[in-house]
């Protein structure tokens, strides 16, 4: 497991590479459920798109 990774010498934390992955798949997400019109059933859109964050963060962090 990778701690700190190294890009041309500037150190960047693991978390931030999660958090990075965790908002690109989000995108994805929302594009799919607009698309379906899936979030309809969603009561608050927004707090149900930051649940998946935390979830998709958590996952990754302990895929990664």
Do not use: H, K
């Amino acid at each position: 497991m990778r701690q700190v990774v190294d890009l041309e010498g500037v150190l960047i934390s693991a978390f931030v590479m999660n958090l990075g992955l965790a908002l690109c798949t989000l995108l994805v997400l929302r594009i799919v459920l607009s698309w379906f019109n899936l979030w309809r059933f969603v009561w608050n859109p927004p707090l149900a798109q930051f649940g998946l964050l935390i979830c998709l963060v958590g996952v990754y962090t302990l895929i990664l």
